[in-house]
T-cell receptor, first 114, second 115 residues
Framework: DAGITQSPRHKVTETGTPVTLRCHQTENHRYMYWYRQDPGHGLRLIHYSYGVKDTDKGEVSDGYSVSRSKTEDFLLTLESATSSQTSVYFC?????????????FGPGTRLTVT | AQSVAQPEDQVNVAEGNPLTVKCTYSVSGNPYLFWYVQYPNRGLQFLLKYITGDNLVKGSYGFEAEFNKSQTSFHLKKPSALVSDSALYFCAVRDGGSGTYKYIFGTGTRLKVLA
């Protein structure tokens, strides 16, 4: 498996509280992504990063912000969590030194907003 | 804008029979196409890809896929299904000609291989 970890792996939080999820990679890949997985919707892109401090929005970015201050870390923040953000969140990376285009995924974070 | 459609929520096949999981795509530039598999409570694992060249690509675990430009399809196939192939399969596309690094995924197809 590619060296991607996500923390926490599980979190239960209350509506209105801020939440930050962390993705950490040891592969020195350039691109990092945050997706959410929901039944019937598959994987939907929230935000992605194409370099340190360079980020862009995905399909479902409302209510989420991201930051990437160093190559290995990509943070996803829910400023004020809502029940509609209950989901499984996956981080992915691509674009290694010899870019072969496929993505590698982390193990996921299950977030429940009550 | 790029998009992916997986028209079947679930595919059932008997063990030993051939399987097909369908995927169609839409991009404005050159399609980079991918298949991933997800086992319960796990992240996605890469199976195979089409970037350029031969339309028939082979990947992990005996899977293959055929790129069909005229039908904008990239169906996943396996000649003989195993019970252990039962999982959730995702097709994804990236627009290779646009300079974007966004990957868009389909809604997934659950494959059930019956013993």
């Amino acid at each position: 498996d590619a060296g991607i970890t996500q923390s926490p792996r599980h979190k239960v939080t209350e509506t209105g509280t801020p939440v930050t999820l962390r993705c950490h990679q040891t592969e020195n890949h350039r691109y990092m992504y945050w997706y959410r997985q929901d039944p019937g919707h598959g994987l939907r892109l929230i935000h992605y990063s194409y370099g340190v401090k360079d980020t862009d929005k995905g399909e479902v970015s409302d209510g989420y912000s991201v930051s990437r201050s160093k190559t290995e870390d990509f943070l996803l923040t829910l400023e004020s969590a809502t029940s509609s953000q209950t989901s499984v969140y996956f981080c992915a990376i691509s674009g290694g030194l010899a870019d072969t285009y496929e993505q590698y995924f982390g193990p996921g974070t299950r977030l429940t907003v009550t | 804008a790029q998009s992916v459609a997986q028209p079947e929520d679930q595919v059932n096949v008997a063990e030993g029979n051939p399987l097909t999981v369908k995927c169609t795509y839409s991009v404005s530039g050159n399609p980079y196409l991918f298949w991933y598999v997800q086992y319960p409570n796990r992240g996605l694992q890469f199976l195979l890809k089409y970037i350029t060249g031969d339309n028939l690509v082979k990947g992990s675990y005996g899977f293959e896929a055929e790129f069909n430009k005229s039908q904008t399809s990239f169906h996943l196939k396996k000649p003989s299904a195993l019970v252990s192939d039962s999982a959730l399969y995702f097709c994804a596309v990236r627009d290779g000609g646009s300079g974007t690094y966004k990957y868009i995924f389909g809604t997934g197809t659950r494959l059930k291989v019956l013993a």
